[in-house]
């Protein structure tokens, strides 16, 4: 399925974006002196990378790993539009679904990551840095984990 591939690289693409600040931070080209400011800032945008996790879990939790019932029927079809099958047409709006919660729940697992390379411009502490990726890594990590064991088995099964 043309889905499924797509998942697959955009969940890669997210996971490689992580690498990359990973490495940014690891070569330390912008270092910048400890202004004060990043002490405070480090806890808290380590409150907001928990808070990501929480909000991830939760996502599925309460609405991707719940069962989705599409029911399609010829009156709701646009006029002139040639017999479809019905079940084709609630797999291909499955799918769609899928996708978008599928890229807004990675996007949301990805910020820590960019919480974390902003923390170490500003020059905050590189344990909070190294944790906000962590979170990011972890939290990606668990999405690729469900998508294969159950996500793609409800949306395009």
């Known amino acids: 399925m043309r889905t499924k591939a797509l998942t697959n690289y955009?969940?890669?693409?997210?996971f490689i974006s992580v690498i990359v600040y990973h490495a940014l931070i690891i070569s330390r080209p912008f270092s910048?002196?400890?202004?004060?400011?990043?002490e405070l800032l480090g806890y808290v945008l380590l409150f907001c990378g928990i808070i990501t996790l929480l909000v991830?879990?939760?996502?599925?939790?309460?609405?991707?790993s719940r069962p989705r019932r599409i029911h399609v029927s010829?009156?709701?079809?646009p006029e002139g539009t040639g017999p479809l099958d019905e079940n084709d047409v609630a797999r291909q709006a499955k799918a769609a679904y899928y996708t978008r919660?599928?890229?807004?729940?990675?996007?949301v697992a990805e910020a820590p990551g960019v919480?974390?390379?902003?923390?170490h411009f500003v020059g905050g502490s590189p344990v909070i840095v190294h944790t906000l990726l962590g979170i990011s890594y972890l939290t990606l990590l668990y999405i690729?984990?469900?998508?294969?064991t159950t996500w793609e088995k409800m949306y395009l099964a």
Do not use: K, P
């Not at 955009?10 to 997210?14: D, G, K, R």
């Not at 010829?74 to 079809?77: E, I, V």
């Not at 919660?101 to 996007?107: A, K, Q, R, S």
């Open 144 to 148: 690729r984990m469900r998508m294969a």
């Open 56 to 64: 991830v879990l939760g996502l599925d939790l309460f609405l991707i």
């Open 101 to 107: 919660l599928f890229i807004i729940t990675c996007g």
């Open 32 to 38: 910048v002196e400890d202004t004060g400011i990043g």
């Open 10 to 14: 955009l969940w890669s693409a997210f």
């Open 115 to 119: 919480c974390g390379l902003v923390l």
């Open 74 to 77: 010829a009156d709701l079809l």
